[in-house]
């Protein structure tokens, strides 16, 4: 049940640098796909970044013709899988993601184009309403996680753990939950999943920092994941980059390609908004 009672979450954590090895790893083993073949605008990198990292291991295959966006191999290496990410004994695990709708990436593409064309942009403001993740997974989220499920059912080998991730925008779906605690930790505010049949997991990234969470489909739960810094390693400068970012400037830098309208920093002002 979703309250303000941090008791009892689970917490799945990792060394912050296992995010930027495995961004290494996977521009290394997929040169070609890092580069071209993930859809930036929808996030598909972030999520290869950060299932390589949660999983140890690069995918096996990547979509390029039609197939499902990416398959890993669990029993190479032979390395266990997190148990509490709820994925089930299979050999391999599909993922198909997911981008939630929004208009910012639209905005970002029209000024880009502006810029391109030696004109003015038309449109230099974007707003957005602060939201509920609940009401986000219960709206939109599920119709795309839905679909999601659909085309699984359809490209997932048989035997394969089949799990879905879905990407949000931060300066589309800003989410008060993020920002509610100093320690972002929001798994316990999180409505379960329904729906979900032949599903084993559903990953959800909300925020740079990152703020990621995944529900369980066999422990019917949520499940918090932090990227941790050891004592004296934190990130001191506010106006650093959150460390997603920053392994994605890494990561864009290495594979070449286009830009990503992820990579937007965000501060308060102190003067009245636009």
Request: glycine share 8%; charged share 20%; hydrophobic share 40%.
């Amino acid at each position: 049940m979703a309250g303000d009672d941090i008791a009892g979450s689970v917490v799945q954590a990792f060394h912050h640098s296992q995010l930027g090895r495995m961004a290494s790893e996977l521009v290394r083993q997929h040169p070609a796909a890092s580069r071209d073949g993930f859809k930036r605008a929808s996030g598909e990198h972030l999520a290869a970044i950060l299932t390589s990292a949660c999983l140890n291991r690069t995918p096996v295959g990547i979509d390029l013709h039609g197939s499902v966006d990416l398959t890993y191999d669990l029993t190479d290496p032979p390395t266990p899988v997190p148990e509490a990410f709820g994925l089930r004994d299979a050999s391999h695990a599909t993922f198909e993601v997911k981008s939630l709708p929004g208009k910012f990436r639209e905005f970002d593409a029209a000024i880009d184009r502006a810029i391109a064309a030696g004109v003015e942009p038309v449109q230099k403001t974007f707003r957005a309403k602060v939201v509920s993740v609940n009401d986000v997974l219960s709206g939109v989220g599920s119709d795309v996680i839905q679909r999601a499920k659909r085309q699984l059912e359809q490209k997932a080998p048989i035997g394969y753990s089949r799990n879905i991730f879905l990407v949000a925008h931060y300066l589309e779906y800003p989410a008060v939950e993020v920002y509610a605690d100093e320690i972002p930790l929001i798994a316990h505010r999180l409505a379960p999943l329904s729906g979900l049949d032949g599903i084993d997991s559903v990953w959800t990234l909300w925020s740079p920092h990152p703020i990621l969470v995944i529900w369980s489909t066999r422990d019917q739960r949520w499940v918090n994941v932090c990227f941790a810094y050891e004592e004296g390693e934190g990130q001191d400068d506010p106006e650093e980059f959150p460390l997603l970012q920053q392994v994605e400037a890494e990561f864009m830098e290495s594979a070449g390609g286009r830009g990503s309208p992820f990579y937007f920093g965000m501060t308060a002002g102190d003067g009245p908004a636009p």
